[in-house]
């Protein structure tokens, strides 16, 4: 750092006792904070893990077994049947979630937590992560569960399928509940990327209309999402989070 000494208000001094003129252009906050800083190890971990979990969540909701058969208790036995494969890929959901909002945390904290947009970003995108767990869980675990012990003698069939479905709408409800959190949040924090310049700025130009689609989408369908809504949602959150992924990569200044 260059320092420009002055010798108070003085403007000559005697023949013997001369100093020498040092010009340098001031340093400035914001010339400190333009100067590019490279990601850090942690950093580059994080868009890592962050594009990886957005790829194969989609491939393991995809995995998903789905019930195709009619009559109540026929229903109960096949999600009975299907328990195993179906936590199995509500654990492996769980843990991209995990993964996900490592990333959205580590960009967060990246572009500054004394910023109060980022702030807001991370606890509603953080709220939204906590309802995705919240239906991973209810529809993996408790779903099956319900299945089940409806399955025993001296019930009924058809009082436990509308069980399943009441827990359908529990897990519905969720889920709409995460993706318009998350979806918030990831718009909070497109907002600050934005603010950068250069690719950080593209990339947070891409990230507000990804964050913004689901949004729009559960505003138009409503509560009655059909399978095309759903994975729309899907894709848009993933392009966000590949958009995460790459501004964590990215230097901060181009």
């Given at each position: 750092?260059?320092f420009?000494?002055?010798?108070?208000?003085?403007?000559?001094?005697?023949?013997?006792t001369?100093?020498?003129?040092?010009?340098?252009?001031?340093?400035?906050?914001?010339?400190?904070?333009?100067?590019?800083?490279?990601p850090?190890?942690?950093?580059?971990?994080?868009?890592?893990?962050?594009?990886?979990?957005?790829?194969l969540?989609?491939?393991?909701?995809?995995?998903?077994?789905?019930?195709?058969?009619?009559?109540?208790?026929?229903?109960l036995?096949?999600?009975?049947?299907?328990?195993?494969?179906?936590?199995?890929?509500?654990v492996?959901e769980s843990?991209?979630?995990?993964?996900?909002?490592?990333?959205v945390?580590?960009?967060?904290?990246?572009?500054?937590?004394?910023?109060?947009?980022?702030?807001?970003?991370?606890?509603?995108?953080?709220?939204?992560?906590?309802?995705?767990?919240?239906?991973?869980?209810?529809?993996?675990?408790?779903?099956?569960?319900?299945?089940?012990?409806?399955?025993?003698?001296?019930?009924?069939?058809?009082a436990?399928?509308?069980?399943?479905?009441?827990?359908?709408?529990?897990?519905?409800?969720?889920?709409?509940?995460?993706?318009?959190?998350?979806?918030?949040?990831?718009?909070?924090?497109?907002?600050?990327?934005?603010a950068?310049?250069?690719?950080?700025?593209?990339?947070?130009?891409?990230?507000?209309?990804?964050?913004?689609?689901?949004?729009?989408?559960?505003?138009?369908?409503?509560?009655?999402?059909?399978?095309?809504?759903?994975?729309?949602?899907?894709?848009?959150?993933?392009?966000?989070?590949?958009?995460?992924?790459?501004?964590?990569?990215?230097?901060?200044?181009s």
């Amino acid at each position: 750092m260059a320092f420009l000494f002055k010798n108070g208000d003085t403007t000559s001094m005697t023949s013997d006792t001369t100093m020498p003129a040092y010009s340098a252009a001031p340093t400035t906050s914001s010339a400190i904070s333009s100067a590019p800083r490279s990601p850090t190890a942690p950093e580059r971990w994080a868009a890592c893990g962050t594009a990886l979990a957005a790829m194969l969540s989609i491939v393991f909701v995809a995995l998903d077994p789905e019930v195709r058969v009619r009559g109540s208790r026929a229903v109960l036995e096949a999600i009975a049947a299907n328990a195993p494969i179906h936590q199995g890929v509500h654990v492996a959901e769980s843990l991209f979630v995990l993964m996900l909002a490592h990333g959205v945390l580590s960009l967060g904290t990246r572009l500054g937590l004394s910023r109060p947009v980022v702030r807001f970003g991370l606890l509603a995108y953080m709220a939204g992560a906590l309802m995705m767990l919240a239906a991973a869980t209810f529809d993996g675990f408790v779903t099956p569960a319900i299945a089940a012990a409806w399955l025993a003698p001296n019930h009924d069939a058809q009082a436990g399928l509308e069980a399943i479905r009441f827990a359908g709408t529990t897990v519905q409800s969720f889920a709409t509940m995460s993706w318009g959190l998350e979806s918030i949040g990831a718009f909070a924090l497109s907002a600050a990327l934005s603010a950068d310049s250069g690719a950080r700025r593209r990339l947070g130009t891409l990230g507000l209309v990804a964050a913004a689609a689901p949004i729009v989408a559960l505003a138009v369908s409503g509560p009655n999402m059909d399978t095309m809504v759903v994975v729309g949602i899907l894709l848009t959150q993933a392009v966000w989070n590949l958009t995460c992924a790459t501004a964590l990569w990215w230097r901060d200044r181009s």
